[in-house]
């Protein structure tokens, strides 16, 4: 496994936009699969968004067209740009990881309220 580390949760006013981070610890990053899932409180953890390592990504219906994930294999890093953010975003959100098995950040809390 690869370690994860995410950051650039907060708390943002309704309609706001974040940016979240990832930084992956391997040389190899541009192989990985990269995602991002998140849990609101009292609910199962779910998908947001996935890029391969080939750049093709797939998005929850609920968040297409506002958040959009981005890699850069270079800064072994992969972001989550998140805009018209609303109080249903508000969750823990964690960075995954897949090559060969599966890996997961601790997570970073978006708080979304004014």
């Known amino acids: 496994q690869v370690q994860l580390v995410e950051s650039g949760g907060g708390l943002v006013q309704p309609g706001g936009s974040l940016r979240l981070s990832c930084a992956i610890s391997?040389?190899?990053?541009?192989?990985?699969?990269m995602g991002w899932y998140r849990q609101a409180p009292g609910k199962q953890r779910e998908l947001v968004a996935t890029?391969?390592?080939?750049?093709?990504?797939n998005y929850a219906d609920s968040v297409k067209d506002r958040l959009t994930i981005t890699r850069d294999n270079a800064k072994k890093t992969v972001y989550l740009h998140m805009n018209s953010l609303n109080a249903e975003d508000t969750a823990v959100y964690y960075c995954?990881?897949?090559?060969?098995?599966?890996?997961w950040g601790k997570g970073t809390l978006v708080t979304v309220s004014s």
């Open positions: 995954y990881a897949n090559r060969w098995g599966d890996s």
């Open positions: 391997t040389n190899f990053f541009s192989l990985y699969t």
């Open positions: 890029i391969t390592s080939g750049g093709r990504t």
